[in-house]
């Protein structure tokens, strides 16, 4: 097999389902041949596992241990977080995810500083992705959050109420926050060519619908909750993989992801935006909609601010003036 990277990639959380489910695709695509498996329940039966599937020439280690598993680290994803369970919102994770998040964080700068790039995808994602680049020491440009299933529960939902496959609808994107206050885009969407804005509103699609099936996406998570009977495990896991195989020079990641972004407009905040990820991290263009849906970026934004600054509040993060103390960087 051909590996993009022979460098090290850590998955944290390892032997949970997101986690395992990280592991197989990674070594189904090829990503490198010295992939650890890190989790504080023991990921040796994932480990073994793997191994059983005969992949061939890759080093899989499992371990418990943060200093073992971190050194050496060139990437890492983490689902290392407390899963969401019915009838929670990504929101009520908050404290004890951010907490987790800041070990995280904590861990990355004593035992492996020189990372390359961090994908973080524990809920509230916008967050715990903030605390980890905050206690990290990174740049911006290293560490992403996991926002594109906004976007693809978008795209499925488009495609299935069209009868077209997914390829058949462009510019679906969804911003801001990956949570109950996400600003759904459709201003830029394309159905089998046709754009959206020219179907809403007609017989074929009334705006009633179309309203529907934007709530139906912002509620994407807790309706997979409730069909499965536990969180979202497998989408999460493929996409948050594609997207450490852009920073390693692979495919192209096709979706938003969540950023750092500190521009005037939207200071000091992890959101998503309209992002391009390759080998030197992700860059960002702030989106473009409709008036109603730039105000609906805004209202994400500022309920983004509202549960960072319960953070500071919670003593998880110290006051935004002082972060730069323990990240230059910001």
Request: net charge negative; glycine share 10%.
């Amino acid at each position: 097999m051909t590996f993009l990277t022979h460098d090290k990639l850590v998955i944290v959380g390892a032997a949970g389902m997101i986690g395992s489910n990280m592991v197989q695709t990674a070594l189904m695509m090829g990503l490198t041949d010295d992939i650890c498996l890190y989790d504080v329940f023991s990921p040796e039966g994932v480990a073994e596992e793997m191994r059983h599937c005969g992949f061939g020439n890759v080093k899989i280690t499992a371990t418990t241990d943060a200093a073992e598993a971190y050194t050496g680290a060139k990437y890492i994803i983490s689902s290392g977080g407390a899963p969401r369970r019915e009838g929670m919102t990504r929101e009520d994770l908050l404290a004890g995810n951010c907490k987790i998040a800041e070990d995280l964080g904590k861990d990355i700068q004593r035992y492996c500083p020189d990372v390359k790039h961090v994908v973080i995808i524990f809920n509230p994602a916008d967050l715990t992705g903030l605390v980890t680049l905050l206690y990290s020491g990174l740049k911006p440009c290293q560490v992403t959050t996991l926002a594109a299933l906004d976007t693809t529960r978008l795209l499925s939902a488009l495609a299935k109420r069209f009868g077209v496959t997914q390829n058949e609808i462009t510019g679906c994107a969804t911003y801001g926050g990956h949570g109950e206050q996400m600003a759904v885009f459709g201003s830029h969407v394309t159905v089998a060519g046709k754009p959206l804005t020219d179907i809403v509103g007609s017989d074929e699609f009334p705006v009633q619908e179309w309203e529907q099936m934007r709530t139906d996406v912002i509620q994407g998570g807790a309706n997979i909750i409730k069909l499965r009977g536990r969180s979202s495990f497998q989408s999460p896991a493929y996409l948050s993989v594609e997207m450490i195989r852009a920073v390693m020079g692979g495919e192209q990641f096709r979706f938003p992801v969540g950023t750092y972004v500190n521009n005037g407009k939207y200071n000091h905040i992890m959101m998503a935006m309209q992002t391009h990820l390759d080998r030197n991290g992700v860059s960002y263009q702030v989106p473009q909609g409709t008036p109603e849906e730039n105000a609906k970026l805004d209202a994400s934004y500022e309920h983004l601010c509202k549960m960072r600054d319960e953070l500071v509040t919670l003593g998880i993060v110290p006051p935004i003036s002082e972060w730069s103390k323990i990240n230059p960087n910001l």
